[in-house]
Protein backbone atom coordinates (compact mmCIF):
# COMPACT_ATOMS: atom_id res chain seq x y z
CA UNK A 1 0.00 0.00 0.00
CA UNK A 2 0.61 3.41 -0.41
CA UNK A 3 1.38 5.75 2.46
CA UNK A 4 -1.28 8.40 3.63
CA UNK A 5 -0.95 11.12 5.01
CA UNK A 6 -3.64 11.70 7.63
CA UNK A 7 -5.46 14.68 7.87
CA UNK A 8 -4.82 15.53 11.06
CA UNK A 9 -0.93 14.79 10.42
CA UNK A 10 -1.24 17.82 8.14
CA UNK A 11 -2.90 19.86 10.59
CA UNK A 12 -0.59 19.28 13.26
CA UNK A 13 2.10 20.41 10.38
CA UNK A 14 0.12 23.48 9.44
CA UNK A 15 -0.14 24.40 13.19
CA UNK A 16 3.46 24.14 13.40
CA UNK A 17 3.91 26.48 10.35
CA UNK A 18 1.42 29.06 11.75
CA UNK A 19 3.00 29.07 14.94
CA UNK A 20 6.65 30.19 13.14
CA UNK A 21 5.16 33.02 11.46
CA UNK A 22 3.17 33.80 14.76
CA UNK A 23 6.12 33.72 16.94
CA UNK A 24 8.44 35.74 14.78
CA UNK A 25 5.64 38.88 14.55
CA UNK A 26 5.29 38.94 18.14
CA UNK A 27 9.18 39.26 18.70
CA UNK A 28 9.52 42.25 16.32
CA UNK A 29 5.95 43.70 18.19
CA UNK A 30 7.58 43.79 21.73
CA UNK A 31 11.37 43.64 21.00
CA UNK A 32 11.53 41.77 24.14
CA UNK A 33 12.08 38.80 24.96
CA UNK A 34 15.00 39.27 22.67
CA UNK A 35 14.84 37.82 19.55
CA UNK A 36 17.83 37.20 17.30
CA UNK A 37 16.54 39.03 14.02
CA UNK A 38 18.99 37.26 12.00
CA UNK A 39 18.37 33.95 13.03
CA UNK A 40 17.81 31.52 9.84
CA UNK A 41 14.30 31.10 9.43
CA UNK A 42 13.34 27.08 10.70
CA UNK A 43 11.52 25.13 8.83
CA UNK A 44 8.73 22.82 10.18
CA UNK A 45 10.22 19.68 11.86
CA UNK A 46 8.77 16.94 9.74
CA UNK A 47 10.25 18.46 6.41
CA UNK A 48 11.42 16.63 4.31
CA UNK A 49 15.13 17.59 2.40
CA UNK A 50 15.24 15.26 -0.25
CA UNK A 51 17.21 15.41 -4.34
CA UNK A 52 16.68 13.86 -7.50
CA UNK A 53 17.55 12.75 -10.55
CA UNK A 54 15.73 10.39 -13.55
CA UNK A 55 16.99 7.15 -15.07
CA UNK A 56 18.04 8.48 -18.79
CA UNK A 57 19.76 10.83 -17.61
CA UNK A 58 22.13 8.57 -15.01
CA UNK A 59 22.10 5.49 -15.67
CA UNK A 60 23.65 4.63 -18.95
CA UNK A 61 23.64 0.68 -19.13
CA UNK A 62 21.49 1.05 -21.94
CA UNK A 63 21.86 -1.85 -23.53
CA UNK A 64 22.30 -4.18 -20.50
CA UNK A 65 20.00 -7.07 -18.91
CA UNK A 66 17.37 -7.33 -21.49
CA UNK A 67 16.25 -3.22 -21.37
CA UNK A 68 14.89 -2.41 -24.81
CA UNK A 69 15.17 0.65 -26.79
CA UNK A 70 13.59 4.34 -25.45
CA UNK A 71 12.80 7.39 -27.67
CA UNK A 72 15.74 9.08 -26.18
CA UNK A 73 17.88 6.65 -27.57
CA UNK A 74 17.18 6.81 -30.75
CA UNK A 75 16.39 10.65 -30.65
CA UNK A 76 20.00 11.43 -29.14
CA UNK A 77 22.05 8.95 -32.03
CA UNK A 78 19.98 11.33 -34.79
CA UNK A 79 22.61 12.87 -35.88
CA UNK A 80 22.42 17.04 -34.61
CA UNK A 81 19.72 16.77 -32.07
CA UNK A 82 21.98 16.85 -29.23
CA UNK A 83 23.87 20.36 -29.24
CA UNK A 84 27.31 18.33 -28.08
CA UNK A 85 26.87 15.22 -30.06
CA UNK A 86 26.40 13.25 -26.88
CA UNK A 87 23.85 10.69 -26.13
CA UNK A 88 22.92 8.96 -22.63
CA UNK A 89 24.50 5.67 -23.37
CA UNK A 90 26.77 5.68 -20.86
CA UNK A 91 25.71 8.72 -18.63
CA UNK A 92 27.10 8.78 -14.60
CA UNK A 93 27.16 4.41 -15.08
CA UNK A 94 24.60 4.69 -12.13
CA UNK A 95 23.25 1.38 -13.24
CA UNK A 96 26.68 0.12 -11.93
CA UNK A 97 27.76 2.66 -9.22
CA UNK A 98 24.20 3.06 -7.88
CA UNK A 99 25.83 2.28 -4.50
CA UNK A 100 28.58 5.04 -4.72
CA UNK A 101 25.32 7.63 -5.85
CA UNK A 102 23.69 6.84 -2.62
CA UNK A 103 26.28 7.18 -0.17
CA UNK A 104 26.80 10.86 -2.00
CA UNK A 105 23.39 11.23 -1.24
CA UNK A 106 23.57 10.46 2.30
CA UNK A 107 26.70 12.03 2.37
CA UNK A 108 24.01 15.12 1.98
CA UNK A 109 22.42 14.46 4.85
CA UNK A 110 19.03 14.74 3.24
CA UNK A 111 16.07 12.21 3.93
CA UNK A 112 14.70 11.41 0.16
CA UNK A 113 15.43 10.78 -3.21
CA UNK A 114 12.99 11.21 -5.88
CA UNK A 115 14.54 9.12 -8.93
CA UNK A 116 12.49 7.91 -11.79
CA UNK A 117 11.99 4.26 -13.66
CA UNK A 118 12.99 3.47 -17.00
CA UNK A 119 9.82 2.06 -18.36
CA UNK A 120 11.80 -0.16 -21.34
CA UNK A 121 13.95 -1.73 -18.49
CA UNK A 122 10.97 -3.30 -17.42
CA UNK A 123 8.97 -3.93 -20.33
CA UNK A 124 11.52 -3.91 -23.66
CA UNK A 125 8.66 -3.70 -25.86
CA UNK A 126 6.34 -1.68 -23.64
CA UNK A 127 3.34 -3.89 -23.08
CA UNK A 128 3.52 -7.51 -23.43
CA UNK A 129 6.31 -9.62 -21.35
CA UNK A 130 7.86 -7.96 -18.44
CA UNK A 131 11.83 -8.05 -18.01
CA UNK A 132 12.50 -9.01 -14.20
CA UNK A 133 15.87 -8.21 -14.72
CA UNK A 134 15.20 -4.62 -15.18
CA UNK A 135 13.03 -4.25 -12.47
CA UNK A 136 15.66 -5.93 -10.13
CA UNK A 137 18.15 -3.20 -10.48
CA UNK A 138 15.29 -1.06 -8.73
CA UNK A 139 14.95 -3.03 -6.13
CA UNK A 140 18.16 -3.25 -5.48
CA UNK A 141 18.71 0.40 -5.79
CA UNK A 142 15.53 0.61 -3.14
CA UNK A 143 16.85 -1.56 -0.56
CA UNK A 144 20.39 0.51 -0.55
CA UNK A 145 18.26 3.46 -0.02
CA UNK A 146 16.40 1.78 2.83
CA UNK A 147 19.63 0.30 4.42
CA UNK A 148 21.18 4.01 4.46
CA UNK A 149 18.22 5.27 6.02
CA UNK A 150 16.93 7.23 2.95
CA UNK A 151 13.27 7.09 1.97
CA UNK A 152 12.84 6.72 -2.18
CA UNK A 153 10.29 8.45 -4.04
CA UNK A 154 9.58 6.93 -7.62
CA UNK A 155 8.84 8.72 -10.29
CA UNK A 156 7.16 6.67 -13.19
CA UNK A 157 7.68 8.44 -16.19
CA UNK A 158 10.69 10.92 -16.50
CA UNK A 159 10.07 11.04 -20.97
CA UNK A 160 11.94 7.69 -21.59
CA UNK A 161 8.59 5.65 -23.81
CA UNK A 162 9.78 2.60 -25.18
CA UNK A 163 10.45 2.93 -28.50
CA UNK A 164 8.51 -0.18 -29.55
CA UNK A 165 5.32 1.80 -28.46
CA UNK A 166 6.12 4.75 -30.47
CA UNK A 167 6.86 2.51 -33.41
CA UNK A 168 3.59 0.79 -33.23
CA UNK A 169 0.89 3.03 -32.24
CA UNK A 170 2.43 6.47 -32.47
CA UNK A 171 3.40 7.00 -28.49
CA UNK A 172 1.34 9.23 -26.63
CA UNK A 173 -0.73 9.89 -29.57
CA UNK A 174 -2.38 6.68 -28.58
CA UNK A 175 -4.67 5.69 -25.99
CA UNK A 176 -3.05 2.27 -26.14
CA UNK A 177 -0.02 4.04 -24.44
CA UNK A 178 -2.43 5.19 -21.81
CA UNK A 179 -3.19 1.51 -21.02
CA UNK A 180 0.12 0.36 -21.51
CA UNK A 181 1.35 3.05 -19.27
CA UNK A 182 -1.51 1.75 -16.56
CA UNK A 183 -0.18 -1.90 -16.57
CA UNK A 184 3.77 -1.17 -16.69
CA UNK A 185 2.43 1.32 -13.43
CA UNK A 186 0.51 -1.82 -12.10
CA UNK A 187 3.28 -4.06 -12.53
CA UNK A 188 6.14 -1.96 -10.87
CA UNK A 189 3.61 -0.97 -7.93
CA UNK A 190 2.92 -4.66 -6.97
CA UNK A 191 7.25 -5.01 -6.80
CA UNK A 192 7.87 -1.74 -5.22
CA UNK A 193 5.37 -0.64 -2.97
CA UNK A 194 6.17 -2.72 0.06
CA UNK A 195 8.79 -0.37 0.17
CA UNK A 196 8.46 2.71 -1.97
CA UNK A 197 5.34 4.22 -0.10
CA UNK A 198 5.34 7.23 -2.53
CA UNK A 199 4.93 7.30 -6.13
CA UNK A 200 5.47 10.00 -8.69
CA UNK A 201 3.21 9.45 -12.53
CA UNK A 202 4.80 11.82 -15.07
CA UNK A 203 7.59 14.12 -14.99
CA UNK A 204 6.61 17.42 -16.77
CA UNK A 205 3.89 16.89 -19.20
CA UNK A 206 4.19 20.19 -20.36
CA UNK A 207 7.55 19.72 -21.75
CA UNK A 208 7.67 16.37 -23.14
CA UNK A 209 4.07 17.13 -24.71
CA UNK A 210 4.71 20.41 -26.00
CA UNK A 211 8.58 20.04 -26.82
CA UNK A 212 8.24 16.15 -27.98
CA UNK A 213 5.67 16.32 -30.43
CA UNK A 214 4.61 19.72 -30.97
CA UNK A 215 8.18 21.53 -31.66
CA UNK A 216 9.61 18.44 -32.33
CA UNK A 217 12.85 20.08 -30.21
CA UNK A 218 12.79 16.72 -27.44
CA UNK A 219 11.97 13.19 -28.86
CA UNK A 220 10.01 11.53 -30.04
CA UNK A 221 10.33 14.45 -32.39
CA UNK A 222 6.75 14.76 -34.94
CA UNK A 223 5.40 18.43 -34.91
CA UNK A 224 1.74 17.41 -34.81
CA UNK A 225 -0.29 19.87 -35.64
CA UNK A 226 -2.68 21.06 -32.53
CA UNK A 227 -5.31 19.06 -32.23
CA UNK A 228 -3.17 16.09 -32.35
CA UNK A 229 -0.82 17.45 -30.06
CA UNK A 230 -4.17 18.32 -27.71
CA UNK A 231 -5.12 14.73 -28.14
CA UNK A 232 -1.57 13.47 -26.89
CA UNK A 233 -1.89 15.63 -23.97
CA UNK A 234 -5.22 14.26 -23.05
CA UNK A 235 -3.67 10.55 -23.54
CA UNK A 236 -1.26 11.40 -20.89
CA UNK A 237 -3.86 12.54 -18.55
CA UNK A 238 -5.56 9.40 -19.13
CA UNK A 239 -2.40 7.37 -18.49
CA UNK A 240 -2.07 9.14 -15.33
CA UNK A 241 -5.48 8.77 -14.19
CA UNK A 242 -5.44 4.77 -14.99
CA UNK A 243 -1.99 4.81 -13.33
CA UNK A 244 -3.89 6.52 -10.55
CA UNK A 245 -6.28 4.00 -10.39
CA UNK A 246 -4.05 1.00 -10.23
CA UNK A 247 -1.76 2.27 -7.64
CA UNK A 248 -2.92 4.88 -5.98
CA UNK A 249 -0.09 7.45 -7.87
CA UNK A 250 0.40 11.14 -7.78
CA UNK A 251 0.86 13.90 -10.23
CA UNK A 252 3.37 16.32 -10.99
CA UNK A 253 3.54 18.92 -13.38
CA UNK A 254 4.74 22.45 -14.26
CA UNK A 255 3.50 25.57 -12.24
CA UNK A 256 1.44 28.32 -12.41
CA UNK A 257 1.72 32.26 -13.13
CA UNK A 258 3.28 34.52 -10.93
CA UNK A 259 1.06 38.24 -10.80
CA UNK A 260 3.26 41.02 -11.76
CA UNK A 261 2.43 43.43 -8.96
CA UNK A 262 0.66 42.01 -5.96
CA UNK A 263 -1.95 44.05 -5.87
CA UNK A 264 -5.08 41.95 -4.93
CA UNK A 265 -6.69 42.76 -8.23
CA UNK A 266 -3.62 41.13 -10.10
CA UNK A 267 -3.43 38.08 -7.64
CA UNK A 268 -6.67 37.15 -8.34
CA UNK A 269 -5.73 37.33 -12.25
CA UNK A 270 -3.30 34.95 -11.38
CA UNK A 271 -5.14 32.63 -9.95
CA UNK A 272 -7.53 33.19 -13.08
CA UNK A 273 -4.08 32.68 -15.66
CA UNK A 274 -3.19 29.44 -13.41
CA UNK A 275 -6.53 27.95 -13.82
CA UNK A 276 -6.33 28.36 -17.71
CA UNK A 277 -3.27 27.98 -18.80
CA UNK A 278 -2.63 24.46 -17.11
CA UNK A 279 -6.54 23.47 -17.89
CA UNK A 280 -4.86 21.16 -20.14
CA UNK A 281 -3.34 18.45 -17.38
CA UNK A 282 -2.99 19.59 -14.20
CA UNK A 283 -6.40 21.34 -14.74
CA UNK A 284 -8.29 18.19 -15.79
CA UNK A 285 -6.43 15.85 -13.47
CA UNK A 286 -7.32 17.58 -10.62
CA UNK A 287 -11.20 19.11 -11.54
CA UNK A 288 -11.94 15.97 -13.38
CA UNK A 289 -12.66 18.23 -16.69
CA UNK A 290 -11.58 21.12 -19.23
CA UNK A 291 -12.38 24.68 -18.32
CA UNK A 292 -14.60 26.28 -20.78
CA UNK A 293 -11.84 28.68 -21.44
CA UNK A 294 -9.60 25.81 -22.59
CA UNK A 295 -12.90 24.43 -24.30
CA UNK A 296 -13.56 27.46 -26.09
CA UNK A 297 -9.78 28.69 -26.82
CA UNK A 298 -8.93 25.20 -28.64
CA UNK A 299 -12.44 25.22 -30.58
CA UNK A 300 -12.00 22.59 -33.08
CA UNK A 301 -8.46 21.63 -31.83
CA UNK A 302 -9.73 20.74 -28.16
CA UNK A 303 -9.26 16.77 -27.72
CA UNK A 304 -11.82 14.50 -27.82
CA UNK A 305 -13.10 12.67 -24.67
CA UNK A 306 -15.70 10.81 -23.44
CA UNK A 307 -17.83 11.64 -19.85
CA UNK A 308 -15.97 8.21 -18.47
CA UNK A 309 -11.78 9.36 -19.99
CA UNK A 310 -12.74 12.52 -17.80
CA UNK A 311 -13.55 10.61 -14.69
CA UNK A 312 -10.66 8.20 -14.60
CA UNK A 313 -8.44 11.79 -15.39
CA UNK A 314 -10.26 13.13 -12.29
CA UNK A 315 -9.38 10.16 -10.04
CA UNK A 316 -8.37 12.06 -6.84
CA UNK A 317 -4.37 12.43 -5.64
CA UNK A 318 -2.85 12.57 -2.85
CA UNK A 319 -0.14 15.00 -3.37
CA UNK A 320 0.61 17.25 -6.48
CA UNK A 321 4.61 17.85 -7.09
CA UNK A 322 5.48 21.06 -8.45
CA UNK A 323 9.05 21.37 -10.96
CA UNK A 324 9.88 25.16 -9.97
CA UNK A 325 12.49 26.82 -11.88
CA UNK A 326 12.04 30.17 -13.35
CA UNK A 327 8.60 32.24 -13.60
CA UNK A 328 6.72 31.59 -17.07
CA UNK A 329 4.08 34.19 -16.65
CA UNK A 330 3.56 37.70 -15.10
CA UNK A 331 0.39 38.55 -15.29
CA UNK A 332 -1.52 41.55 -14.60
CA UNK A 333 -5.65 42.16 -14.12
CA UNK A 334 -7.27 42.76 -17.30
CA UNK A 335 -10.49 43.80 -18.51
CA UNK A 336 -10.76 41.30 -21.25
CA UNK A 337 -13.42 38.62 -21.08
CA UNK A 338 -9.55 35.96 -19.89
CA UNK A 339 -9.49 38.01 -16.92
CA UNK A 340 -5.40 38.77 -16.76
CA UNK A 341 -2.97 39.82 -19.15
CA UNK A 342 -0.04 38.05 -20.13
CA UNK A 343 3.40 40.59 -20.04
CA UNK A 344 5.87 40.39 -22.36
CA UNK A 345 9.55 38.97 -20.97
CA UNK A 346 11.91 42.08 -21.73
CA UNK A 347 15.23 40.47 -23.31
CA UNK A 348 16.77 42.22 -19.99
CA UNK A 349 15.35 39.48 -17.52
CA UNK A 350 18.21 37.90 -16.25
CA UNK A 351 19.02 34.19 -16.06
CA UNK A 352 20.90 31.71 -15.05
CA UNK A 353 23.84 29.62 -17.09
CA UNK A 354 20.80 28.28 -18.69
CA UNK A 355 19.26 30.73 -20.67
CA UNK A 356 15.74 29.53 -20.27
CA UNK A 357 16.09 29.56 -16.27
CA UNK A 358 14.71 33.49 -15.75
CA UNK A 359 15.37 34.10 -12.38
CA UNK A 360 13.00 34.65 -10.15
CA UNK A 361 12.87 33.06 -6.60
CA UNK A 362 9.07 34.50 -5.87
CA UNK A 363 7.91 31.97 -7.99
CA UNK A 364 8.43 29.11 -5.53
CA UNK A 365 6.37 31.14 -3.18
CA UNK A 366 3.64 31.51 -5.42
CA UNK A 367 3.02 29.03 -7.52
CA UNK A 368 2.75 26.29 -4.57
CA UNK A 369 0.29 29.30 -3.02
CA UNK A 370 -1.65 30.21 -6.12
CA UNK A 371 -2.25 26.08 -7.02
CA UNK A 372 -2.84 25.40 -3.24
CA UNK A 373 -5.71 27.86 -3.87
CA UNK A 374 -7.57 27.09 -6.74
CA UNK A 375 -7.23 23.52 -6.68
CA UNK A 376 -7.42 23.27 -2.93
CA UNK A 377 -4.40 21.20 -2.56
CA UNK A 378 -3.26 20.00 0.49
CA UNK A 379 -0.13 18.86 0.19
CA UNK A 380 2.59 19.87 -2.29
CA UNK A 381 5.98 18.99 -2.82
CA UNK A 382 8.71 20.85 -4.89
CA UNK A 383 9.64 18.39 -7.15
CA UNK A 384 12.70 19.30 -8.56
CA UNK A 385 14.48 22.69 -8.01
CA UNK A 386 17.81 23.95 -9.09
CA UNK A 387 20.16 25.08 -11.53
CA UNK A 388 22.89 24.81 -13.68
CA UNK A 389 26.03 26.58 -13.09
CA UNK A 390 29.60 27.23 -15.39
CA UNK A 391 30.74 25.23 -12.49
CA UNK A 392 34.57 25.48 -13.59
CA UNK A 393 37.40 24.01 -11.57
CA UNK A 394 39.45 26.01 -9.51
CA UNK A 395 43.18 25.76 -9.42
CA UNK A 396 42.59 24.37 -6.00
CA UNK A 397 40.45 21.58 -7.86
CA UNK A 398 37.42 22.97 -6.01
CA UNK A 399 34.39 24.28 -7.84
CA UNK A 400 32.87 27.28 -5.96
CA UNK A 401 29.77 27.37 -7.57
CA UNK A 402 27.91 30.82 -5.91
CA UNK A 403 25.52 31.66 -8.77
CA UNK A 404 24.12 28.34 -7.37
CA UNK A 405 24.02 28.85 -3.89
CA UNK A 406 22.71 32.69 -4.50
CA UNK A 407 19.68 30.76 -6.72
CA UNK A 408 19.15 28.20 -3.76
CA UNK A 409 18.98 30.27 -0.68
CA UNK A 410 17.04 33.00 -2.51
CA UNK A 411 14.37 30.23 -3.68
CA UNK A 412 14.69 28.55 -0.63
CA UNK A 413 13.78 31.81 1.32
CA UNK A 414 10.66 32.86 -0.70
CA UNK A 415 9.92 28.80 -0.37
CA UNK A 416 10.01 29.58 3.50
CA UNK A 417 7.77 32.41 3.28
CA UNK A 418 5.01 30.57 1.89
CA UNK A 419 5.24 27.74 4.30
CA UNK A 420 5.59 29.95 7.37
CA UNK A 421 2.13 31.54 5.65
CA UNK A 422 0.54 28.50 6.01
CA UNK A 423 1.22 27.07 2.01
CA UNK A 424 1.11 23.59 2.09
CA UNK A 425 4.66 22.45 1.10
CA UNK A 426 5.62 19.03 2.39
CA UNK A 427 8.88 18.32 0.58
CA UNK A 428 11.87 20.35 -1.44
CA UNK A 429 13.87 17.54 -4.29
CA UNK A 430 16.82 19.62 -5.15
CA UNK A 431 17.64 18.98 -8.62
CA UNK A 432 20.34 17.61 -9.25
CA UNK A 433 22.24 15.18 -6.89
CA UNK A 434 25.12 15.28 -9.86
CA UNK A 435 25.80 16.79 -13.01
CA UNK A 436 23.87 14.55 -15.59
CA UNK A 437 22.91 14.22 -19.38
CA UNK A 438 20.57 17.13 -19.23
CA UNK A 439 18.55 16.19 -22.78
CA UNK A 440 19.07 18.05 -25.74
CA UNK A 441 21.95 20.11 -24.03
CA UNK A 442 23.90 17.38 -23.58
CA UNK A 443 26.99 17.27 -20.60
CA UNK A 444 27.29 21.02 -21.70
CA UNK A 445 24.43 22.34 -18.58
CA UNK A 446 25.17 20.75 -15.29
CA UNK A 447 22.90 20.98 -12.86
CA UNK A 448 24.32 19.10 -9.92
CA UNK A 449 25.72 19.42 -6.25
CA UNK A 450 28.61 17.22 -6.83
CA UNK A 451 30.33 17.39 -10.19
CA UNK A 452 31.18 14.67 -12.51
CA UNK A 453 34.14 14.07 -14.34
CA UNK A 454 32.59 11.77 -17.27
CA UNK A 455 35.85 10.64 -18.52
CA UNK A 456 36.23 9.33 -15.10
CA UNK A 457 33.38 9.03 -13.45
CA UNK A 458 34.51 10.85 -10.69
CA UNK A 459 32.25 12.84 -8.47
CA UNK A 460 33.35 15.56 -6.36
CA UNK A 461 30.98 17.80 -4.26
CA UNK A 462 30.97 21.57 -5.51
CA UNK A 463 30.57 24.31 -2.71
CA UNK A 464 26.58 23.95 -3.16
CA UNK A 465 27.30 20.82 -1.67
CA UNK A 466 28.46 22.27 1.41
CA UNK A 467 25.63 24.58 1.54
CA UNK A 468 22.53 22.26 1.12
CA UNK A 469 24.05 20.31 3.32
CA UNK A 470 24.16 22.86 6.17
CA UNK A 471 20.40 23.83 5.00
CA UNK A 472 19.30 20.43 5.79
CA UNK A 473 21.30 20.30 9.17
CA UNK A 474 19.77 23.19 10.45
CA UNK A 475 16.71 22.68 8.86
CA UNK A 476 16.73 26.29 7.98
CA UNK A 477 18.50 28.72 5.67
CA UNK A 478 21.68 29.71 7.03
CA UNK A 479 22.08 33.58 7.27
C1 LIG B 1 13.20 19.39 -15.42
C2 LIG B 1 13.36 17.99 -15.90
O1 LIG B 1 12.45 17.17 -15.23
C3 LIG B 1 14.77 17.44 -15.73
O2 LIG B 1 14.86 16.23 -16.37
C4 LIG B 1 15.76 18.46 -16.24
O3 LIG B 1 17.07 17.97 -16.21
C5 LIG B 1 15.63 19.73 -15.42
N1 LIG B 1 14.30 20.26 -15.64
C6 LIG B 1 16.63 20.82 -15.77
O4 LIG B 1 16.42 21.26 -17.05
Known amino acids: MLAKFSRRGFA ?11 AGARGAE ?39 KSIWDIFSHTPGKIEDGSTGDRANEHYHRYKEDVALIKALGVKAYRFSIAWPRVFPEGTGQPNPKGLDFYNRLVDELLANGITPYATLYHWDLPQALQDRVGGWQSSDTSKAFADYAAYVAARLTDR ?27 KLPTAQLNQA ?12 QAIRARPRTSPPACRAIATPDNIRAAE ?8 GFLGVVLEGKYTDGLLAYAGADAPKFTPDELKIIGTPNDFVGLNIYAPQFYVTASERASGFHVLPFPTSFPHMNSEWLRIGPEVIYWAPRLAAKVWNIENIYISENGTSSEDKIAADG ?28 RGYFLWSLMDNFEWIFGYGKRFGVYRVDFETQARVPKLSAAFYRDVVARNAIGV
Do not use: C
Not at 12 to 22: H, I, R
Not at 272 to 279: G, K, M, P, Q, V
Open 12 to 22: KLAGLAALGAA
Open 30 to 68: NDAPAVDRHAPAPFPKEFLWGTATSSYQIEGAVNEDGRG
Open 196 to 222: VKTVFTVNEVGRFVNFGYGWGIDAPGP
Open 233 to 244: RHHVALGHGLAV
Open 272 to 279: IATRELNA
Open 398 to 425: QVYDLDRIMFLRNYLTQMQRAISEGVPI
